[in-house]
């Protein structure tokens, strides 16, 4: 992984630059395993995140936005017990492991100081954030728990002695000279990356890799001065950190990698502005996903079932299509009314209708007269024609609900967890699910809350992310003569442009924006129509979201993700 020890000693010093003697203000935990720490220091106020999350670990200072809940969970309201207030006395990393120490200096109920340590170790699904009194070295609490019976070797849980990980036994990397580390490597094996990272603590596959690629050659004088060069370019006022997107992949580290030349490399001024741009939406994704599984379990089941649905309603229309034969019977027996009696099970006729009149047998009910056979044939052509309408309708419908339900398949993509929530009033408005009980009723429906963005000459860019917003955007928000997009024929997000008048580079920021929050944001040359608002209208007892538009011009633009983070207000 990027985030290995040598990382972990780089944001370290980073947020030891900017945090060290500052106060702890407040602190949030907007989701499970995530906590924001406001900390003044240097006359500002720094946000922190420290991330337990099983997939992306971490810790850094952030610009980004959370959303934190109304009742804050029990961890965080320990946390505001004991540090809101407290000072921030050191920032340390435990040896070169992936384990930073905030060493923190506060005041107990009765005034007395007190010294705390809150511990943030980011080892993937092991992560963990741990609040320890220091003076009792006893685990206040933490924002997972291990149980003896998961861990014999290990137990974190409130009132139990806090115990390091156990000790890996390695060497550290920026004490070793060229005599050990030649000592340390058997040349005579090969797999040198994989010894790099068994023989030497924080070094991670990635680093190791970086090591064999950046020597060039397997000589042991040529490798250890590799391995030195690399280490240096690791140092606080050396690095270079780095988002390098190679092959359709993210990667990031504190400095180019040579083995990723060639690919498309994007320099940052600090570490946690990294941080941000690599995981900029990627945790919320995976939020969303855990958070509506089951949402998205329901809108795959619906439409699978409108998809059967019309599986069985063709069938239905080829038995149907049968109504011709019916029709054709009644007429050749109308015509050939004469050779009929009363008594007959068939009459063979010639089907004058066909070149060469062939003979057809028509089959017939003896207890009816010839005319009453002919009757029952037509009425039966009639029943069929008029399913063929009810039936072409019904797959209409289907297809329209497949449509709606593409659409909010294409909104769980970009949805953020508050959207979520309207998409499960939408669908309860819509009778498709029953609508979740509320503890206290609202005084008044709030609005939705729309995602800005502000375009390089400032002009301010909204977006609808489902199917409430893109309503209340399009048909309540926006003025007549402002500027609406859409992908053409794709599901996507409403956009306004609130401009009358906007110029071009403007147009096409907020055709990548459309493109982006569509079903079509991996793609390129994505098709994106704009009109006035003006021409866009919401056709009486259609779908939420649904609208037809006039008017329109179609640009073509391929979606950026760098474009969406920088315009986002």
């Known amino acids: 992984m990027s985030f290995d020890g040598i990382f972990t000693r780089a944001i370290t010093s980073e947020l030891t630059e900017n945090l060290n003697g500052g106060r702890i203000s407040r602190i949030h935990q907007p989701y499970q395993n995530e906590l924001i720490m406001v900390i003044r220091a240097q006359g500002k106020n720094h946000k922190l ?36 207030g407290a000072i921030i006395e050191s920032i340390t990393q435990k040896e070169m492991e992936r384990i930073i120490i905030f ?40 924002i997972k728990h291990l149980n003896p019976s998961v861990n014999r070797a290990r137990t974190i849980l409130p009132g139990a002695d806090f115990e390091w990980p156990p000790s890996q036994n390695k060497l550290n990397p920026f004490e070793v000279d060229e005599e050990t580390f030649v000592r340390t490597l058997d040349w005579n094996s090969g797999k040198l990356d994989k010894q790099l990272v068994q023989h030497f603590a924080g070094l991670s596959p990635l680093f190791a890799k970086e090591v064999l690629t950046y020597a060039g050659l397997t000589e042991k004088k040529r490798l250890y001065e590799a391995f030195k060069q690399l280490l240096n370019n690791a140092g606080p006022k050396q690095i270079q950190p780095s988002f390098i997107q190679h092959e359709n992949k993210d990667h990031f580290y ?69 109504a011709g034969k019916y029709q054709l019977s009644g007429e050749l027996l109308t015509a050939n009314i004469y050779a009929v009696e009363r008594g007959m099970s068939e009459v063979e006729v010639l089907n004058y209708y066909e070149e060469d009149s062939p003979a057809v047998t028509i089959k017939l009910d003896p207890r009816k007269s010839p005319s009453e056979n002919a009757q029952w ?83 301010l860019i909204l977006v609808g992310k489902n199917n409430k917003q893109n309503d209340y955007l399009t048909n309540k928000a926006a003025g007549k003569d402002e500027i609406w997009l859409h992908t053409k024929d794709i599901p996507g997000s409403h956009v306004v442009i609130r401009d009358k008048e906007p110029d071009e580079e403007t147009i096409l920021e907020a055709a990548k924006i459309a493109a982006y929050f569509s079903k079509a944001r991996a793609s390129s040359s994505v098709p994106v129509d704009f009109t006035k608002i003006r021409h866009v209208k919401k056709p009486s007892g259609s779908k939420p979201g649904y609208v037809i538009y006039e008017q329109q011009e179609t640009v073509y633009v391929t979606p950026d993700d760098e474009l969406i983070r920088r315009l986002k207000k």
């Open 377 to 459: 044939y037509f009425t039966k052509y009639q029943k069929a024609k008029n399913a063929v309408d009810i039936v072409k309708d019904q797959i209409a419908l289907a297809e329209k609900e497949i449509e709606y339900f593409d659409q909010l398949t294409q909104q769980l993509d970009s949805a953020s967890p508050s959207d979520l929530e309207e998409i499960r009033e939408e669908l309860a408005e819509e009778g498709y699910m029953k609508a979740k009980k509320q503890k206290k009723k609202k005084s008044k429906p709030q609005k939705p809350v729309l995602e800005e963005y502000i375009a390089s000459n400032g002009t």
């Open 49 to 84: 995140l420290l991330s337990a999350h099983p997939s992306y670990s971490r810790i850094q200072l952030t610009e980004e936005q959370y959303e934190n809940p109304s009742e804050p969970p029990m961890f965080c309201m320990l946390l505001r017990k004991h540090l809101e």
């Open 103 to 142: 060493e923190v200096k506060g005041r107990n109920e009765i005034g007395d100081v007190s010294y705390k340590q809150l511990i943030v170790e980011i080892m993937g699904r092991h992560s963990n954030i741990i609040l320890v009194d220091k003076d009792r070295n006893m685990i206040l609490d933490s």
């Open 254 to 322: 504190l400095f180019p990698l040579e083995q990723f030349k060639n690919s498309k490399i994007e320099s940052f001024s600090t570490i946690s502005r990294l941080l941000d741009r690599y995981y900029f939406g990627k945790a919320e994704r995976d939020r969303v996903r855990q958070q509506g599984h089951d949402l998205e379990r329901f809108i795959k089941n619906e439409k699978d079932k409108n998809v059967l649905k019309i599986k069985k309603l063709k069938k239905t229309l080829d038995q149907a299509a049968e």
